[in-house]
């Protein structure tokens, strides 16, 4: 399933031109026209990005952006038009994640839209604390010591790579995580990052490490075609 993008607009050839964009690369997008029935679906929370028009005809764009929780785990994007620095620049300071002003470029559009989605996957994922102690069914990973070990077996040492994906997987429980956020989480700054497939790699030391059988793993699984996931029941 692709990811959810509610449109706050109420031009609806700019409505649609947005929709087709986002449809095209796989995006399952809802179209509001104003702002009072876009704010339900907003508190919610259950979509991944908000595309908000500064100029709507009942609550404007910088009154949705009022009425949003801080803590939202989707992104936002006001649209404005290229006249409106004043309105952009509220609408930053009140919690958008970025800005696109109309008429757009699709290219650009897709790659602020991409961006921002990689910035709201690291704030939607919450990370294990550091130094911590973590139990799943007979087993422990100990951060203090990168290692984890079975109820009465020897401790084993973890690379810093393995650790890290461990962490972060832990650190989601039973969320499927494709490679590119995987990345993301494992590389915030985008700085020496590594091929995709060195996840897969990594996955595979690890399971051989805490699975009984690493062909048919308990702990950390592969959602096919989407990523990986931690079942901390090892079901």
């Known amino acids: 399933m692709g990811k959810s993008v509610l449109v706050i607009e109420d031009d609806q050839d700019v409505a649609y031109s947005v929709k087709e964009v986002l449809a095209t690369d796989g995006f399952d997008v809802t179209i509001s026209t104003n702002g009072r029935d876009a704010i339900p679906i907003l508190q919610k929370g259950e979509i991944d990005l908000a595309v908000v028009d500064i100029n709507l005809p009942d609550l404007n764009g910088l009154d949705i952006l009022k009425a949003l929780d801080a803590a939202r785990p989707y992104g936002v994007i006001v ?3 290229r006249t409106d620095v004043i309105d952009t620049v509220l609408g930053l300071e009140l919690g958008a994640d970025d800005y696109i002003t109309k008429p757009f470029e699709p290219r650009v559009f897709m790659a602020r839209v991409r961006s921002v989605l990689r910035r709201c996957g690291r704030r939607r994922v919450p990370a294990m604390p550091e130094r911590a102690t973590v139990h799943f069914r007979g087993w422990t990973y100990d951060d203090a010591t990168r290692s984890v070990a ?3 077996e020897k401790k084993q040492k973890l690379t810093a790579s393995e650790s890290r994906l461990l962490k972060v ?3 989601s ?3 499927i995580l494709s490679r590119d956020r ?6 915030p700054t985008h700085s020496d990052l ?14 051989r490490k805490i699975e009984i059988d690493a062909r048919r793993p308990r702990f950390i699984k592969t959602a096919h075609g989407d990523g990986y996931f931690f079942d901390p029941k090892g079901e």
Not at 182 to 187: A, T
């Open 79 to 81: 649209l404005t038009g």
């Open 150 to 152: 079975r109820a009465g």
């Open 169 to 171: 997987l832990i650190g």
């Open 173 to 175: 429980p039973n969320v």
């Open 182 to 187: 995987i990345l993301d989480l494992l590389h």
């Open 194 to 207: 590594p091929y995709d497939r060195s996840i897969d790699v990594t996955v595979t030391r690890l399971r």
